[in-house]
Protein backbone atom coordinates (compact mmCIF):
# COMPACT_ATOMS: atom_id res chain seq x y z
CA UNK A 1 0.00 0.00 0.00
CA UNK A 2 1.48 3.75 -0.60
CA UNK A 3 0.20 6.75 0.60
CA UNK A 4 -2.44 7.02 -1.82
CA UNK A 5 -4.09 4.19 -0.60
CA UNK A 6 -4.00 5.36 3.20
CA UNK A 7 -7.56 6.19 3.39
CA UNK A 8 -8.14 2.00 2.97
CA UNK A 9 -6.56 1.59 6.47
CA UNK A 10 -9.96 1.92 8.09
CA UNK A 11 -10.59 -1.64 6.25
CA UNK A 12 -7.88 -3.42 8.86
CA UNK A 13 -10.14 -3.06 11.71
CA UNK A 14 -12.58 -4.80 9.78
CA UNK A 15 -13.11 -8.88 10.93
CA UNK A 16 -12.51 -9.85 7.29
CA UNK A 17 -9.74 -7.80 7.03
CA UNK A 18 -7.77 -11.15 7.10
CA UNK A 19 -9.27 -12.38 3.27
CA UNK A 20 -8.28 -8.97 1.98
CA UNK A 21 -4.81 -9.91 0.03
CA UNK A 22 -4.03 -6.55 -1.60
CA UNK A 23 -5.95 -2.72 -1.77
CA UNK A 24 -5.41 0.21 -4.15
CA UNK A 25 -7.54 3.48 -3.96
CA UNK A 26 -7.51 5.69 -6.85
CA UNK A 27 -9.94 8.91 -7.81
CA UNK A 28 -12.34 7.54 -5.23
CA UNK A 29 -12.58 3.84 -5.89
CA UNK A 30 -11.14 1.25 -3.75
CA UNK A 31 -10.22 -1.39 -5.59
CA UNK A 32 -9.71 -4.82 -3.25
CA UNK A 33 -8.35 -8.09 -4.02
CA UNK A 34 -9.96 -11.03 -1.61
CA UNK A 35 -9.11 -14.77 -0.80
CA UNK A 36 -12.05 -16.49 -1.00
CA UNK A 37 -10.65 -20.06 -0.50
CA UNK A 38 -13.13 -22.64 0.91
CA UNK A 39 -16.16 -20.56 0.44
CA UNK A 40 -19.26 -21.54 -1.34
CA UNK A 41 -20.90 -18.97 -3.87
CA UNK A 42 -23.40 -17.74 -1.22
CA UNK A 43 -20.64 -17.09 1.29
CA UNK A 44 -18.40 -15.37 -1.45
CA UNK A 45 -21.26 -12.88 -2.30
CA UNK A 46 -22.05 -12.25 1.36
CA UNK A 47 -18.26 -11.30 1.76
CA UNK A 48 -18.15 -9.19 -0.54
CA UNK A 49 -21.39 -7.48 0.86
CA UNK A 50 -19.44 -7.00 3.40
CA UNK A 51 -16.71 -5.30 2.11
CA UNK A 52 -18.46 -3.66 0.07
CA UNK A 53 -20.18 -1.60 2.54
CA UNK A 54 -17.40 -1.60 4.53
CA UNK A 55 -15.41 0.46 2.10
CA UNK A 56 -18.19 2.46 0.92
CA UNK A 57 -18.89 3.67 4.58
CA UNK A 58 -15.17 5.48 4.23
CA UNK A 59 -15.58 8.99 3.33
CA UNK A 60 -13.39 9.27 0.54
CA UNK A 61 -14.25 6.31 -1.32
CA UNK A 62 -17.04 6.97 -3.95
CA UNK A 63 -17.09 3.45 -6.20
CA UNK A 64 -15.58 0.02 -5.07
CA UNK A 65 -14.44 -2.78 -7.03
CA UNK A 66 -13.82 -6.09 -5.80
CA UNK A 67 -11.84 -8.83 -7.13
CA UNK A 68 -12.21 -12.36 -5.32
CA UNK A 69 -9.42 -14.90 -6.13
CA UNK A 70 -9.84 -18.76 -4.40
CA UNK A 71 -6.99 -21.38 -5.03
CA UNK A 72 -8.52 -24.35 -6.42
CA UNK A 73 -9.11 -26.85 -3.47
CA UNK A 74 -8.05 -29.60 -2.54
CA UNK A 75 -10.56 -32.45 -3.35
CA UNK A 76 -10.10 -35.71 -2.78
CA UNK A 77 -12.30 -37.70 -5.76
CA UNK A 78 -13.02 -41.48 -5.31
CA UNK A 79 -15.57 -43.35 -7.68
CA UNK A 80 -17.23 -45.93 -6.00
CA UNK A 81 -17.87 -48.75 -8.72
CA UNK A 82 -19.47 -52.56 -9.42
CA UNK A 83 -19.20 -54.30 -11.92
CA UNK A 84 -22.71 -55.38 -11.96
CA UNK A 85 -26.22 -53.88 -10.62
CA UNK A 86 -28.10 -54.16 -7.82
CA UNK A 87 -24.70 -55.22 -5.60
CA UNK A 88 -25.92 -51.87 -3.25
CA UNK A 89 -23.05 -50.03 -4.64
CA UNK A 90 -25.78 -46.83 -4.11
CA UNK A 91 -26.56 -47.69 -0.69
CA UNK A 92 -22.81 -47.87 0.52
CA UNK A 93 -21.78 -44.67 -1.16
CA UNK A 94 -25.03 -42.84 0.32
CA UNK A 95 -24.01 -44.53 3.71
CA UNK A 96 -20.24 -43.89 3.21
CA UNK A 97 -20.74 -40.58 2.58
CA UNK A 98 -22.90 -39.91 5.67
CA UNK A 99 -20.42 -41.70 7.94
CA UNK A 100 -17.47 -39.50 6.72
CA UNK A 101 -19.70 -36.63 7.71
CA UNK A 102 -20.40 -37.86 11.27
CA UNK A 103 -15.97 -38.11 10.82
CA UNK A 104 -16.28 -34.11 10.94
CA UNK A 105 -15.20 -34.86 6.92
CA UNK A 106 -16.52 -32.21 4.35
CA UNK A 107 -18.28 -34.53 2.07
CA UNK A 108 -19.88 -34.23 -1.31
CA UNK A 109 -21.55 -36.85 -3.53
CA UNK A 110 -22.40 -37.49 -7.13
CA UNK A 111 -24.60 -39.44 -8.26
CA UNK A 112 -23.75 -40.49 -11.67
CA UNK A 113 -25.84 -43.31 -11.81
CA UNK A 114 -27.31 -42.61 -15.23
CA UNK A 115 -29.32 -45.80 -15.32
CA UNK A 116 -31.19 -45.67 -11.82
CA UNK A 117 -29.84 -42.68 -10.09
CA UNK A 118 -30.66 -43.11 -6.12
CA UNK A 119 -28.98 -40.45 -4.50
CA UNK A 120 -31.94 -38.50 -3.68
CA UNK A 121 -34.16 -40.87 -2.56
CA UNK A 122 -30.96 -42.90 -0.14
CA UNK A 123 -30.65 -39.48 0.84
CA UNK A 124 -34.08 -38.10 1.27
CA UNK A 125 -33.58 -34.95 -0.74
CA UNK A 126 -35.99 -34.32 -3.23
CA UNK A 127 -35.08 -30.72 -4.12
CA UNK A 128 -33.60 -29.63 -7.47
CA UNK A 129 -29.80 -28.25 -7.55
CA UNK A 130 -30.13 -24.43 -8.28
CA UNK A 131 -27.35 -22.71 -10.35
CA UNK A 132 -25.53 -20.22 -9.89
CA UNK A 133 -23.29 -18.24 -13.13
CA UNK A 134 -23.75 -21.49 -14.70
CA UNK A 135 -22.47 -23.58 -11.52
CA UNK A 136 -24.84 -26.35 -10.12
CA UNK A 137 -25.57 -25.81 -6.23
CA UNK A 138 -25.32 -28.93 -4.68
CA UNK A 139 -28.45 -29.80 -2.23
CA UNK A 140 -27.50 -30.28 1.22
CA UNK A 141 -28.84 -33.90 3.34
CA UNK A 142 -27.78 -35.60 6.25
CA UNK A 143 -24.33 -33.61 6.02
CA UNK A 144 -23.24 -34.08 2.40
CA UNK A 145 -23.26 -32.30 -0.31
CA UNK A 146 -25.20 -33.62 -3.14
CA UNK A 147 -26.09 -33.04 -6.63
CA UNK A 148 -27.72 -36.41 -9.11
CA UNK A 149 -27.66 -36.77 -12.68
CA UNK A 150 -31.42 -37.51 -11.40
CA UNK A 151 -31.84 -33.82 -10.49
CA UNK A 152 -30.55 -32.94 -14.13
CA UNK A 153 -33.12 -34.78 -16.57
CA UNK A 154 -36.53 -36.20 -15.74
CA UNK A 155 -37.22 -39.84 -14.20
CA UNK A 156 -35.84 -42.43 -16.93
CA UNK A 157 -34.66 -40.31 -19.32
CA UNK A 158 -30.53 -40.67 -18.78
CA UNK A 159 -31.17 -44.69 -19.81
CA UNK A 160 -30.37 -44.14 -23.59
CA UNK A 161 -27.32 -42.07 -22.88
CA UNK A 162 -23.93 -43.04 -24.35
CA UNK A 163 -20.23 -43.08 -22.95
CA UNK A 164 -19.56 -39.32 -24.24
CA UNK A 165 -22.92 -37.32 -22.79
CA UNK A 166 -22.75 -39.35 -19.63
CA UNK A 167 -19.41 -37.82 -19.04
CA UNK A 168 -20.77 -34.42 -20.47
CA UNK A 169 -23.20 -34.54 -17.47
CA UNK A 170 -21.00 -36.01 -15.24
CA UNK A 171 -18.47 -32.96 -15.87
CA UNK A 172 -21.26 -30.10 -15.33
CA UNK A 173 -21.48 -32.41 -11.81
CA UNK A 174 -18.12 -32.29 -10.79
CA UNK A 175 -17.73 -28.30 -11.89
CA UNK A 176 -20.53 -28.03 -9.27
CA UNK A 177 -20.46 -25.36 -6.08
CA UNK A 178 -18.31 -27.70 -3.92
CA UNK A 179 -17.52 -25.04 -1.54
CA UNK A 180 -15.23 -26.27 1.32
CA UNK A 181 -16.02 -29.97 0.42
CA UNK A 182 -12.62 -32.03 0.68
CA UNK A 183 -13.90 -35.78 -0.18
CA UNK A 184 -16.40 -35.88 -2.80
CA UNK A 185 -17.52 -40.00 -3.72
CA UNK A 186 -19.01 -40.61 -7.56
CA UNK A 187 -21.65 -43.35 -7.07
CA UNK A 188 -21.16 -44.73 -10.97
CA UNK A 189 -23.26 -46.68 -13.20
CA UNK A 190 -22.50 -50.49 -12.48
CA UNK A 191 -20.91 -52.19 -15.29
CA UNK A 192 -17.35 -51.85 -16.50
CA UNK A 193 -18.36 -51.09 -20.33
CA UNK A 194 -18.09 -47.44 -22.54
CA UNK A 195 -19.68 -45.55 -20.50
CA UNK A 196 -18.14 -46.37 -16.92
CA UNK A 197 -14.69 -46.41 -18.89
CA UNK A 198 -15.58 -42.17 -20.30
CA UNK A 199 -17.01 -41.22 -16.86
CA UNK A 200 -13.73 -42.57 -14.93
CA UNK A 201 -11.59 -40.73 -17.98
CA UNK A 202 -13.30 -37.59 -17.67
CA UNK A 203 -13.51 -37.50 -14.09
CA UNK A 204 -9.89 -39.17 -13.23
CA UNK A 205 -10.71 -39.91 -9.86
CA UNK A 206 -8.16 -40.39 -7.52
CA UNK A 207 -9.01 -43.51 -6.28
CA UNK A 208 -11.77 -46.22 -6.46
CA UNK A 209 -13.88 -48.40 -4.52
CA UNK A 210 -15.49 -51.44 -5.67
CA UNK A 211 -18.91 -52.98 -3.84
CA UNK A 212 -19.64 -56.69 -4.46
CA UNK A 213 -21.80 -59.68 -2.79
CA UNK A 214 -19.99 -62.14 -2.22
CA UNK A 215 -21.31 -64.70 -4.96
CA UNK A 216 -19.06 -65.86 -7.54
CA UNK A 217 -20.75 -64.13 -11.03
CA UNK A 218 -20.61 -61.00 -8.88
CA UNK A 219 -16.78 -61.25 -8.11
CA UNK A 220 -16.18 -62.35 -11.61
CA UNK A 221 -17.75 -58.99 -12.27
CA UNK A 222 -16.16 -57.34 -9.67
CA UNK A 223 -12.54 -58.12 -11.17
CA UNK A 224 -13.86 -56.51 -14.31
CA UNK A 225 -14.26 -53.19 -12.68
CA UNK A 226 -10.91 -53.44 -11.00
CA UNK A 227 -9.62 -53.95 -14.45
CA UNK A 228 -11.13 -50.90 -15.42
CA UNK A 229 -10.00 -48.80 -13.01
CA UNK A 230 -6.14 -50.53 -13.59
CA UNK A 231 -6.21 -49.29 -17.28
CA UNK A 232 -6.96 -46.12 -16.62
CA UNK A 233 -4.03 -46.04 -14.10
CA UNK A 234 -7.03 -45.55 -11.16
CA UNK A 235 -5.61 -47.14 -7.73
CA UNK A 236 -8.24 -49.20 -6.05
CA UNK A 237 -8.55 -48.53 -2.30
CA UNK A 238 -10.51 -51.49 -2.14
CA UNK A 239 -13.38 -53.91 -2.13
CA UNK A 240 -16.58 -53.91 -0.49
CA UNK A 241 -18.57 -56.99 0.36
CA UNK A 242 -22.38 -56.06 0.79
CA UNK A 243 -25.29 -58.67 1.56
CA UNK A 244 -22.77 -60.96 3.62
CA UNK A 245 -24.80 -63.08 5.50
CA UNK A 246 -28.18 -62.87 6.67
CA UNK A 247 -29.65 -62.97 10.95
CA UNK A 248 -33.29 -63.73 10.70
CA UNK A 249 -34.87 -61.18 13.11
CA UNK A 250 -38.03 -63.99 14.13
CA UNK A 251 -35.43 -66.94 14.74
CA UNK A 252 -32.10 -65.57 15.19
CA UNK A 253 -31.21 -68.28 12.87
CA UNK A 254 -27.62 -67.16 10.60
CA UNK A 255 -27.48 -67.84 6.88
CA UNK A 256 -25.50 -67.28 4.03
CA UNK A 257 -27.51 -66.48 0.93
CA UNK A 258 -24.77 -64.89 -1.63
CA UNK A 259 -22.17 -67.56 0.18
CA UNK A 260 -19.68 -65.74 2.64
CA UNK A 261 -16.07 -64.63 3.18
CA UNK A 262 -15.81 -64.78 -1.47
CA UNK A 263 -14.67 -61.18 -1.57
CA UNK A 264 -12.29 -60.87 1.04
CA UNK A 265 -10.70 -64.05 -0.57
CA UNK A 266 -10.92 -62.11 -4.45
CA UNK A 267 -9.44 -58.96 -2.43
CA UNK A 268 -6.66 -60.91 -1.50
CA UNK A 269 -6.40 -62.69 -5.01
CA UNK A 270 -6.51 -59.36 -6.54
CA UNK A 271 -3.62 -57.77 -4.18
CA UNK A 272 -6.48 -55.05 -3.39
CA UNK A 273 -7.37 -54.22 0.19
CA UNK A 274 -10.62 -55.40 1.74
CA UNK A 275 -12.18 -52.62 3.36
CA UNK A 276 -15.17 -54.59 5.38
CA UNK A 277 -18.33 -56.32 4.87
CA UNK A 278 -21.92 -55.18 5.53
CA UNK A 279 -24.83 -57.91 6.38
CA UNK A 280 -28.11 -58.26 4.86
CA UNK A 281 -30.77 -56.30 6.55
CA UNK A 282 -34.43 -55.98 6.25
CA UNK A 283 -33.82 -52.74 8.31
CA UNK A 284 -30.93 -51.56 6.08
CA UNK A 285 -33.35 -51.80 2.81
CA UNK A 286 -36.34 -50.37 4.78
CA UNK A 287 -34.37 -47.02 6.16
CA UNK A 288 -32.69 -46.89 2.58
CA UNK A 289 -36.02 -46.78 1.27
CA UNK A 290 -37.52 -44.37 3.53
CA UNK A 291 -34.26 -41.58 3.12
CA UNK A 292 -32.84 -42.28 6.22
CA UNK A 293 -29.66 -43.89 5.96
CA UNK A 294 -28.68 -46.09 8.70
CA UNK A 295 -25.07 -44.74 9.01
CA UNK A 296 -26.62 -41.30 10.23
CA UNK A 297 -28.35 -42.92 13.00
CA UNK A 298 -26.81 -44.91 16.08
CA UNK A 299 -26.44 -48.88 16.51
CA UNK A 300 -24.66 -51.62 14.56
CA UNK A 301 -25.26 -51.02 10.79
CA UNK A 302 -24.14 -47.02 11.69
CA UNK A 303 -20.90 -48.66 13.12
CA UNK A 304 -20.37 -50.67 10.07
CA UNK A 305 -20.43 -47.88 8.28
CA UNK A 306 -18.39 -45.95 10.39
CA UNK A 307 -15.82 -48.74 10.42
CA UNK A 308 -15.47 -49.15 6.43
CA UNK A 309 -15.55 -45.09 6.30
CA UNK A 310 -12.13 -45.37 8.69
CA UNK A 311 -10.83 -48.34 6.44
CA UNK A 312 -11.45 -45.92 3.75
CA UNK A 313 -9.59 -42.82 5.10
CA UNK A 314 -6.91 -44.76 6.07
CA UNK A 315 -5.93 -46.76 2.19
CA UNK A 316 -6.19 -43.11 0.86
CA UNK A 317 -3.39 -42.20 3.42
CA UNK A 318 -1.34 -45.02 2.65
CA UNK A 319 -2.01 -44.38 -1.34
CA UNK A 320 -0.98 -40.69 -0.68
CA UNK A 321 2.33 -41.44 0.63
N1 LIG B 1 -27.01 -54.97 2.86
C1 LIG B 1 -28.23 -54.90 2.34
N2 LIG B 1 -29.26 -55.56 2.90
C2 LIG B 1 -30.51 -55.49 2.36
N3 LIG B 1 -30.82 -54.82 1.25
C3 LIG B 1 -29.82 -54.14 0.65
C4 LIG B 1 -28.49 -54.14 1.15
N4 LIG B 1 -27.74 -53.39 0.32
C5 LIG B 1 -28.57 -52.92 -0.64
N5 LIG B 1 -29.81 -53.40 -0.45
C6 LIG B 1 -31.00 -53.16 -1.29
O1 LIG B 1 -30.72 -53.71 -2.57
C7 LIG B 1 -31.29 -52.90 -3.59
C8 LIG B 1 -30.20 -52.46 -4.55
O2 LIG B 1 -29.31 -51.61 -3.86
P1 LIG B 1 -28.59 -50.38 -4.56
O3 LIG B 1 -29.56 -49.59 -5.36
O4 LIG B 1 -27.78 -49.70 -3.53
O5 LIG B 1 -27.66 -51.20 -5.54
P2 LIG B 1 -26.79 -50.70 -6.76
O6 LIG B 1 -25.62 -51.61 -6.81
O7 LIG B 1 -26.49 -49.26 -6.61
O8 LIG B 1 -27.76 -50.94 -7.94
P3 LIG B 1 -27.81 -50.19 -9.36
O9 LIG B 1 -26.48 -49.55 -9.54
O10 LIG B 1 -28.08 -51.32 -10.30
O11 LIG B 1 -28.90 -49.19 -9.26
C9 LIG B 1 -31.98 -51.74 -2.87
O12 LIG B 1 -33.33 -52.06 -2.70
C10 LIG B 1 -31.28 -51.71 -1.52
O13 LIG B 1 -32.10 -51.17 -0.48
Request: net charge neutral; hydrophobic share 40%.
Amino acid sequence: MTDKDAPLHLLNSHPDAGRIRSRRFRDGTAMLVVEASGLDGEQRDALEARLREAALAIPEVSAVQVAMSASKPQRTLIAIGSGKGGVGKSTVSANLAVALAKMGRKVGLIDADIYGPSQPTLLGAKTRPEARDKQLIPVEAQGVKLLSVGQLVGEGQALAWRGPMAAGALNQLVEGDWGNCEILLIDLPPGTGDVQLSLVQKSRPDGAVIVSTPQDLSLIDATRAVDLFGKTGVPVLGLIENMAGYRCPHCGEESDPFGTGGAEASARDLDIPFLGRLPLSASLREASDAGQPPAAGSGPAADTFAGLARALLAQLEKAKR
